[in-house]
């Protein structure tokens, strides 16, 4: 039990688009979800919380209008990223929050070309 | 803020060989949880053990056992027997009261045959 599932795994976008990635937990609910960026050779940073029914947690320096974050019901939370650039090339990972315990899903990796 | 400080870059071990990972942290809460994440080639992070704070007792999980020093602060995770799948980026994790993780920079272990 407790799995979490991301999609796309890998995805790849203009300069200046936006992207969706979802992030789903199979088969629990989860009231809490964390959207967590990775780029290469480095560590998980906290992005922001998400919360079903309210609105997401930035972390400082987290630009909320460009990463909207949705967490709509107790199994889904999306990130979009708006209008990406380049510099926004990365790997992000969501988890999700069972009796404080989180289980992470497989990551998305985003090339903006 | 709660910080988690992994210093070993890397480290490389012998098969069958034992390890440790370092890891300490800073916080002001009696209260807390400390996990020590694998997160292989695949990038899916994977639990390879959790401390509670409050309970003195190290946890074990078969070749995993940490070495919980509360008053230090300090968190290392000991691998027994390493076998060559040991070989990852180990991650040193706290999580805050709100549920969230602060992780470490990493540690990119090494199992040579």
């Known amino acids: 039990g407790a799995v979490v599932s991301q999609h796309p795994s890998r995805v790849i976008c203009k300069s200046g688009t936006s992207v969706k990635i979802e992030c789903r937990s199979l088969?629990?609910?989860?009231?809490?979800m964390f959207w967590y960026r990775q780029f290469p050779k480095q560590s998980l940073m906290l992005m922001a919380t998400?919360?079903?029914?309210?609105?997401?947690?930035?972390e400082q320096g987290v630009e909320k209008d460009k990463f909207l974050i949705n967490h709509a019901s107790l199994t889904l939370s999306t990130l979009t990223v708006t209008s990406a650039h380049p510099e926004d090339s990365s790997f992000y990972i969501c988890?999700?929050?069972?009796?404080?315990?989180?289980?992470f899903g497989p990551g998305t990796r985003l090339t903006v070309t | 803020a709660q910080t988690v400080t992994q210093s070993q870059p890397e480290m490389s071990v012998q098969e069958a060989e034992t390890v440790t990972l370092s890891c300490t942290y800073d916080?002001?809460?009696?209260?807390?949880?400390l996990f020590w994440y694998k997160q292989p080639p695949s990038r899916q992070m994977i639990l390879v053990i959790r401390?509670?704070?409050?309970?003195?007792q190290n946890a074990t999980e078969n070749r995993f056992s940490v070495n919980f020093q509360k008053a230090a602060k300090s968190f290392s995770l000991k691998i027994s027997d390493s076998q060559l799948g040991d070989a990852a980026m180990y991650f040193c994790?706290?999580?805050?009261?709100?549920?969230?993780?602060?992780f470490g920079a990493g540690t990119r272990l090494t199992v040579k045959p």
């Open positions: 088969d629990f609910q989860a009231t809490t």
């Open positions: 401390q509670e704070a409050y309970k003195q």
């Open positions: 916080t002001s809460e009696s209260d807390y949880y």
């Open positions: 988890s999700a929050s069972r009796t404080g315990e989180q289980y």
């Open positions: 994790a706290y999580r805050t009261t709100y549920n969230d993780m602060r």
């Open positions: 998400s919360n079903e029914g309210s609105k997401a947690t930035y």
